[in-house]
């Protein structure tokens, strides 16, 4: 093929614009589309929970375990896997409207702040809702007793 320097320029950059589109295209449905984007964590990655506030009951990070304010019987582990709960579970935003049942209150208190983080925990079947700064967020198929610790 003869073709001019100006004509193989824009067969260049058109084969350029193409492999781009193909990379995106295909970088989206591998990865599921855009949806992973919206979900965020209850508590960021890098941040360390120092204390939870529940409605009946306060676990404090002592070291490397963890203590029930009051004394209960709940365990170590159970302590420990709410907690990780709280780092590992994931939220997306949510369109609908608050449910006008009373929320379960938690407060999420993190290493190097001055204030805990607000948690206003409802369960809508088998999803729960997240009201936190304002804004309504849901986690799919989990309950709130994964988060909370309650105690009689």
């Given amino acids: ?46 941040a360390i929970l120092m204390t939870l506030q529940m409605p009946t009951i306060t676990i404090e990070r002592i070291g490397q375990g963890w203590r029930a304010t009051p004394p209960s019987t709940v365990t170590e582990a159970e302590m420990l896997t709410v907690a990780g709960n709280w780092q590992a579970l994931k939220m997306t935003p949510f369109d609908g409207d608050i449910p006008q049942q009373m929320p379960k209150i938690a407060i999420a208190w993190l290493a190097g702040e001055n204030s805990g983080r607000v948690f206003q925990l409802y369960q809508d079947g088998e999803h729960m809702l997240v009201l936190h700064q304002q804004q309504l967020f849901q986690i799919r198929d989990t309950s709130i007793s994964s988060l909370l610790i309650e105690t009689y």
């Avoid at 100006?6 to 193909?22: C, D, G, H, P, T």
């Fill in 1 to 46: 093929m003869r073709l001019s320097r100006k004509a193989w320029n824009n067969v260049i950059i058109v084969s350029m614009l193409l492999m781009i589109f193909l990379f995106n295209t295909t970088n989206n449905i591998l990865t599921g589309g855009d949806d992973g984007d919206l979900q965020t964590s209850l508590i960021p990655n890098h």
